[in-house]
């Protein structure tokens, strides 16, 4: 894959789920077990929820505006993003099946592998553009 398109692809996925974090509200809880639908919870949850949003909104800026850069810097750019997304769902699965206080569900950690593989597997195989 060339590096340029798997760095778009990463962008639009990263600000369409920084949005959908910021924007989807209390809502977004339903994640969470039940135990944790308490008022001081939520004032907690909530914002946390949103500085994701906020974090995957910034990450996904960067890479919509670095997606014309050289190759071998867009690889570097794609082998960091892979491997801090591996770092991100390693630390995730604990969370779902060892302390099984969340339940995102399997799409999101699916989307997030995707993004991991695709930009490792962009670094080793990159296409010219």
């Not at 960067?62 to 491997?83: E, H, P, T, V």
Request: proline share 3%.
């Amino acid at each position: 894959m060339k590096p340029k398109i798997m760095i778009l692809i990463t962008s639009g996925i990263f600000l369409f789920i920084g949005l959908s974090q910021i924007f989807i509200g209390r809502s977004g809880i339903s994640i969470f077990d039940s135990s944790l639908n308490t008022e001081a919870a939520l004032n907690v949850l909530v914002p946390m929820q949103e500085i994701f949003g906020a974090s995957l909104l910034f990450t996904g800026l960067i890479f919509l505006f670095a997606r014309n850069i050289d190759l071998d810097s867009s690889k570097k750019l794609l082998l960091g993003n892979g491997i801090g997304i591996f770092v991100f769902i390693t630390i995730a699965s604990k969370h779902i099946f060892f302390d099984k206080l969340v339940n995102p569900g399997f799409i999101s950690l699916l989307v997030f592998a995707f993004i991991s593989f695709g930009s490792i597997y962009t670094y080793y195989n990159p296409k010219e553009d």
